[in-house]
């Protein structure tokens, strides 16, 4: 304690010294915000994931699932792999709220992990690395690893008018895409094509045999897929209707020249499809999707436990996306949208939280500068947490962003004591202000402390991930708040009442400011032992 009250005298002796020192900490903890790694929300560390086979357009059943039966063969050969257990059709086992949806597919399958207990192995992604390397060898597979959630993987959307161009730039873009070191799988929709029969009417022989071009397409689809549903005759049994689908069979929905004699209703009686239409069969893109109504192609980037800002700011630096086609731009969607979006309000809702602290504090004290020097704490926080989040390797992320506003709080508490109790000595003890600081940081040092540490205490468990919990969001959140507690509990121990006398020759100065407009004498000068 006398060690710390001659520091305090020190720092009231030399103010201009100590306030500069404060004004360049805190710029200093300002330029660490570019070294900090940047995210959305840092990605679980669940005992579970998933991989997700997709094999070319057109396989059949027996295919899939002797591809799955080699992937999950190879997954299980992984160290800290428990069990897997294989969907075929694009289903997922479970409840799982990041599984994909949509229609299942014979050439889909789904590889549902089981990992051991989060204590007994490393941390989930760098398992997902040995699932990808194993998962090499599988010839003509597209595969991604992973539940999909937020911080596991950035989307890169490519929209345009003009599908060529549009084609191209995908082409180039997935190319150097693959260039950036440290990504999983990148997988595009650009490279989708399935094989098709394309019907190509001949509309002066249709029109005059009396042929439409609904009355083709509804004989192909009946012939080849089946009517709707609604449309099908029922069988009836006791207990249920069984709809009968009657369709060609699968030989003969490849057989052109049987498709090619199917009849079409005319006005003239009943044509054979071959005679109004030409039928050859070509590839064409099995999805063709669309973002405000233009053509895209999406590309999903596994992270494999980079930072979504740093690959972000990597893709944007890449040759084929600074230089497009014309027609052709970059749209962000998913994690990356949402976290440009956090970033630019967090500014002002940090800026309002100030306002709504500083407004509550005017009301308290019944002045206007004093709350000044309570918020002063703010700015010596920042430079721990930054620095707590930079040694433990954390993102600046949501988590982080929620644990400095919970820092405002807990910065502006010990601030708060040391204020009100100098308030108190020089109003009711009648203590010079040298004095009733000196007094304050005597008395007020240890509740500080003993609140500091008391807190810290209570989530260091959570900032080094003691548990079974998954502390991948909470960790962060606790890293900023103790970094933050560190420096402005030691800093503002000192720099506040440095910022309090400042204030109150502010306020001083005013006064007599006042006065003399008012005509009265002056006030007397502060003591010479206060001067800095």
């Known amino acids: 304690m006398q060690v710390y009250l001659k520091?305090?005298?020190?720092?009231?002796?030399?103010?201009?010294?100590?306030?500069?020192?404060?004004?360049?900490?805190?710029?200093?903890?300002?330029?660490?915000?570019?070294?900090?790694?940047?995210?959305?929300?840092?990605?679980?560390?669940?005992?579970?994931?998933?991989?997700?086979?997709?094999?070319?357009?057109?396989s059949t059943l027996e295919q899939t699932k002797a591809t799955a039966e080699a992937a999950r063969i190879a997954i299980s050969k992984v160290e800290h792999v428990k069990s897997v257990y294989t969907t075929i059709g694009a289903g997922s086992a479970g409840t799982d709220p990041f599984a994909p949806s949509g229609a299942a597919e014979a050439r889909k399958a789904t590889l549902t992990i089981l990992l051991t207990d989060r204590t007994d192995r490393p941390r989930k992604q760098g398992i997902e690395n040995h699932i990808r390397t194993a998962l090499e060898p599988l010839p003509g597979v597209r595969s991604k690893v992973g539940l999909g959630g937020s911080g596991e993987k950035y989307i890169l959307v490519l929209t345009g008018e003009d599908p060529q161009a549009l084609q191209s730039a995908a082409l180039a873009v997935e190319k150097d895409l693959r260039t950036i070191p440290g990504l999983g799988q990148v997988a595009s929709t650009a490279s989708l094509i399935r094989p098709e029969v394309v019907v190509r009417p001949d509309f002066a022989r249709a029109a005059d045999l009396g042929v439409t071009s609904s009355a083709i397409g509804?004989?192909?689809?009946?012939?080849?897929?089946?009517?709707?549903?609604?449309?099908?005759?029922?069988?009836?049994?006791?207990?249920?209707?069984?709809?009968?689908?009657?369709?060609?069979?699968?030989?003969?929905?490849?057989?052109?020249a049987v498709l090619e004699r199917l009849t079409v209703p005319g006005s003239r009686g009943p044509v054979m499809l071959g005679q109004v239409a030409t039928l050859e069969l070509t590839g064409g893109p099995a999805v063709i999707d669309r973002y405000d109504r233009s053509r895209n192609i999406n590309f999903e980037i596994e992270l494999s436990g980079l930072p979504l800002g740093d690959v972000a700011a990597a893709v944007q630096q890449l040759p084929s996306v600074r230089n497009l086609p014309?027609?052709?731009?970059?749209?962000?969607?998913?994690?990356?949208?949402?976290?440009?979006?956090?970033?630019?309000?967090?500014?002002?809702?940090?800026?309002?939280?100030?306002?709504?602290?500083?407004?509550?504090?005017?009301?308290?004290?019944?002045?206007?500068?004093?709350?000044?020097?309570?918020?002063?704490?703010?700015?010596?926080?920042?430079?721990?947490?930054?620095?707590?989040?930079?040694?433990?390797?954390?993102?600046?992320?949501?988590?982080?962003?929620?644990?400095?506003?919970?820092?405002?709080?807990?910065?502006?508490?010990?601030?708060?004591?040391?204020?009100?109790?100098?308030?108190?000595?020089?109003?009711?003890?009648?203590?010079?202000?040298?004095?009733?600081?000196?007094d304050a940081c005597h008395k007020r040092a240890r509740p500080i402390i003993m609140t500091t540490i008391a807190?810290?205490?209570?989530?260091?468990?959570?900032?080094?991930?003691?548990?079974?919990?998954?502390?991948?969001?909470?960790?962060?959140?606790?890293?900023?708040?103790?970094?933050?507690?560190?420096?402005?509990?030691?800093?503002?121990?000192?720099?506040?009442?440095?910022?309090?006398?400042?204030?109150?020759?502010?306020?001083?100065?005013?006064?007599?400011?006042?006065?003399?407009?008012?005509?009265?004498?002056?006030?007397?000068?502060?003591?010479?032992?206060?001067?800095?």
Not at 25 to 42: C, D, E, N, Q
Not at 219 to 242: E, F, M, W
Not at 363 to 384: E, Q, W
Not at 491 to 517: A, K, Q
């Open 218 to 256: 509804d004989t192909l689809r009946i012939a080849t897929a089946g009517d709707y549903d609604t449309a099908l005759p029922k069988l009836n049994l006791s207990q249920r209707q069984v709809p009968i689908v009657v369709k060609l069979r699968e030989d003969a929905r490849r057989d052109l």
């Open 455 to 532: 807190m810290g205490a209570g989530m260091l468990p959570i900032a080094i991930g003691f548990g079974t919990a998954d502390p991948s969001f909470r960790s962060p959140m606790s890293i900023a708040v103790i970094g933050g507690l560190i420096t402005s509990t030691v800093l503002s121990l000192l720099v506040i009442p440095v910022v309090y006398t400042y204030m109150d020759d502010i306020e001083h100065f005013i006064g007599r400011v006042r006065d003399r407009l008012r005509g009265k004498p002056a006030a007397p000068p502060q003591p010479a032992r206060e001067a800095g």
């Open 7 to 58: 520091a305090v005298g020190w720092s009231m002796r030399h103010r201009l010294v100590t306030f500069i020192l404060s004004g360049l900490f805190f710029f200093g903890s300002v330029a660490l915000i570019p070294l900090l790694p940047t995210g959305f929300i840092p990605p679980d560390d669940n005992s579970q994931t998933q991989v997700y086979l997709e094999l070319p357009p057109g």
């Open 326 to 438: 014309p027609g052709v731009k970059v749209v962000e969607v998913g994690d990356a949208e949402v976290m440009g979006e956090l970033f630019a309000s967090f500014g002002l809702a940090m800026l309002t939280g100030v306002l709504c602290i500083y407004i509550v504090l005017v009301l308290l004290f019944k002045d206007f500068l004093h709350p000044v020097t309570i918020l002063a704490a703010l700015p010596l926080s920042l430079g721990g947490a930054f620095v707590g989040l930079l040694v433990a390797q954390k993102s600046f992320s949501m988590p982080s962003l929620i644990g400095l506003i919970m820092l405002m709080g807990i910065a502006t508490k010990n601030s708060i004591l040391l204020v009100e109790y100098a308030i108190v000595a020089r109003r009711d003890h009648g203590l010079s202000r040298f004095d009733a600081l000196l």
